[in-house]
């Protein structure tokens, strides 16, 4: 993939972001300063002054999540979290706005059983044919590509130039790439929302968000949201975030790599009926995705031609954990029409982890002949 089309960050420096700052004798592991109170006698200006406001620990980890993403950064307790701060801080009554029908659905869920409460329009279309009807009546476009569990994609330079051009906002969910994997801010994308428990924390130890974005305005009501509705994250999961991030280009470029591989071969099997992975050529997304990624993402799905075959695959092969969510180091999948995805309920979502890709192929295409 073309890697000038996007500034990448770089990992040398930020695993010694905190160490060039150090002083004789300090740690070189970050601490976990787990403390409401900070000792503040006379004027605050300028010192941590109480938990829900500041905090040392979130403060070093949104200077890495910073680097990592090239824009100011603000730590979230989970990236639903991340997402009501974007969507709570700029959209006002009276003002409407359009979301994905078949992106990650708890972002459907908060708009429509809350944000319309509140006198907000919601409209929602589908990704593939998101950018038919234009933008031109929307005070906020949020967008999801890769889409989740789709997998299908929308062209995010176009969307956000033709957003800002009638005066909107755009704000993007980058979790399933990760800033690795795919750079919305340098697409023209005004806000990224990103849930951390996913690929960025990586062990599925910890549950973690974030909002970046480089237009000052909008950070500074995000992170006003955050202080006042109290939705900060807890020191110490923010301390394991940090620790997770300094292994993600490993982990990320292998659970790519692998993906790739699998794919690949999985396309050949008999018992998949479909397969999606926006690295394999002929897949809807393979145009946008190499135009507009830096990698090709480790989510794929294959649909076996039964709900029971695809439960069977799941939960027998060794290597793969039945579970939700995905992004860690475990392979893991599940039938997403278990939650109400509007998929085949042979649908299984392949999340793939950091298992060598040999071993985890002798695994799955051992677990797909036995389905016969
Ligand atoms: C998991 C996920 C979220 C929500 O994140 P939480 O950390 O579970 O709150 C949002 N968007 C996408 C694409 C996700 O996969």
């Known amino acids: ?111 429509e059983r809350f944000l319309a409460n509140l006198g907000v329009t919601v409209e929602q279309r589908p990704t593939v044919t998101f950018e038919e009807g234009g933008f031109d009546r929307f005070d906020i476009v949020f967008v999801e590509s890769p889409s989740n569990p789709g997998l299908d994609m929308i ?89 997770g991030l300094e292994t993600l280009d490993v982990r990320f470029e292998r659970m790519c790599n692998s993906a790739g591989v699998l794919a690949a071969r999985l396309v050949e099997h008999p018992a998949v009926q479909e397969i999606r992975y926006p690295g394999l050529p002929g897949d809807p997304s393979h145009e946008l995705a190499k135009a507009q990624t830096l990698k090709f993402g480790f989510l794929l799905s294959i649909t076996l031609d039964s709900e029971e075959r695809a439960e069977r695959f799941i939960n027998s092969c060794p290597l793969i954990r039945p579970a939700t969510s995905l992004g860690g180091v475990h392979s893991s999948a599940e039938r997403r029409a278990r939650w109400g995805d509007d998929v085949d309920p042979g649908f299984v979502r392949l999340s793939v982890g950091c298992e060598p890709v040999e071993e985890l192929w002798q695994a799955i295409e051992t677990s797909l002949d036995g389905l016969t």
């Open 1 to 111: 993939m073309d890697e000038s089309k996007a500034k990448q960050p770089l990992l040398g420096e930020m695993l010694h972001l905190r160490g060039n700052s150090l002083q004789k004798g300090e740690p070189v592991a970050l601490p976990l300063t787990q403390s409401s109170m900070f000792h503040l006698p006379g004027s605050p200006e300028g010192f941590p002054n109480y938990g829900r406001v500041n905090n040392p620990t979130w403060e070093h980890l949104e200077h890495v999540l910073g680097h990592l993403e090239g824009a100011p950064c603000l730590a979230f307790p989970s990236g639903m979290a991340a997402i009501s701060a974007a969507l709570f801080a700029t959209v006002r009554a009276g003002q409407r706005i359009l979301i994905p029908s078949d992106g990650y659905y708890v972002t459907r869920l908060l708009a």
């Open 155 to 243: 062209d995010l330079r176009a969307v956000a130039q033709e957003v800002r051009a009638t005066g909107g906002i755009t704000i993007a969910d980058n979790t399933t790439l990760t800033p690795l994997g795919q750079r919305p801010l340098d697409l023209g994308i005004d806000m990224v929302v990103a849930s951390d428990t996913k690929a960025m924390g990586g062990h599925s130890d910890l549950l973690m968000g974030h909002v970046a974005s480089r237009n000052p305005d909008l950070m500074a009501a995000v992170e006003e949201w955050r202080k006042v509705s109290g939705a900060i994250p807890g020191p110490h999961e923010a301390w394991l975030l940090h620790r």
